[in-house]
Nanobody, 126 residues
């Protein structure tokens, strides 16, 4: 099995920044594709950003250049740097992963991801 553990969430004021981490462990495979999703109370889980096995990145439209996804292969960790955070972005943030090198562009739909972390709470105060 693959275990994903998120960290780095917390309370931040509007306009502030946070860096989330997603550390993978356990049984790993080649060609990992990692995505970040978020879910606010009463809302569906939505795509935020993803990085494919090839290093291609993809962002949700609402990111608008404020977030950056990156990875450290040696640490098997993916990061999400979030700047200029807004109160409406308060949510539980999840990282997820699937293994495939079929496409260079990462997938954005939650059902396409096979492994999920437990989530980390991000609260943005106004």
């Amino acid at each position: 099995q693959v275990q994903l553990v998120e960290s780095g969430g917390g309370l931040v004021q509007a306009g502030g920044s946070l860096r989330l981490s997603c550390a993978a462990s356990g049984r790993t495979f080649s060609s990992p594709n990692t995505g970040w999703f978020r879910q606010a109370p009463g809302k569906e889980r939505e795509f935020v950003a993803a990085i494919s096995w090839s290093g291609s990145t993809y962002y949700a439209d609402f990111v608008q250049g404020r977030f950056t996804i990156s990875r450290d292969n040696a640490k098997n960790t993916v990061y999400l740097q979030m700047n200029s955070l807004r109160p409406e972005e308060t949510a539980v943030y999840y990282c997820a992963r699937y293994y495939s090198r079929l496409y260079r562009t990462p997938k954005i739909n939650p059902p396409d991801y096979d492994y999920w972390g437990q989530g980390t709470q991000v609260t943005v105060s106004s």
